[in-house]
């Protein structure tokens, strides 16, 4: 079992900047890979990138991912943040190197709202 826990998220104005940070606890927390997804309301869940175990990374343009393993934490550090980037952010793992799709990860976070204003 890996228990995931977000947090930073929070209202902030478009242009600001946010990090937000997963701690992943459980005994094979460091062996998975780890993404972040987001969800709009009405919308799917979307892939925003992820780290394996490795240290390669997957992420979107404007955002860069980060892993500290000895605090077991990723870090999503979102930059110029504009209105359509409003969601509840998740944290999730998977036993394999990171994939795009929602489908194939194992364990969730409960997430993390994120709210940008215009």
């Known amino acids: 079992q890996v228990q995931l826990v977000e947090s930073g998220g929070g209202l902030v104005q478009a242009g600001d900047s946010l990090r937000l940070s997963c701690l992943a606890s459980?005994?094979?927390?460091?062996?998975?890979?780890l993404g972040w997804f987001r969800q709009a309301p009405g919308k799917e869940r979307e892939f925003v990138g992820g780290?394996?175990?490795s240290g390669g990374t997957s992420v979107k343009g404007r955002f860069t991912i980060s892993r500290d393993n000895a605090m077991n934490t990723i870090y999503l550090q979102m930059n110029s943040l504009q209105p359509e980037d409003t969601a509840v952010y998740y944290c999730?793992?998977?036993?394999?190197?990171?994939?795009?799709?929602?489908?194939?990860?194992?364990?969730w976070g409960q997430g993390t709202q994120v709210t940008v204003s215009s």
């Open positions: 459980g005994r094979t927390a460091s062996t998975y890979g």
């Open positions: 999730a793992a998977r036993a394999g190197l990171i994939v795009a799709s929602a489908n194939f990860y194992d364990f």
């Open positions: 780290i394996n175990r």
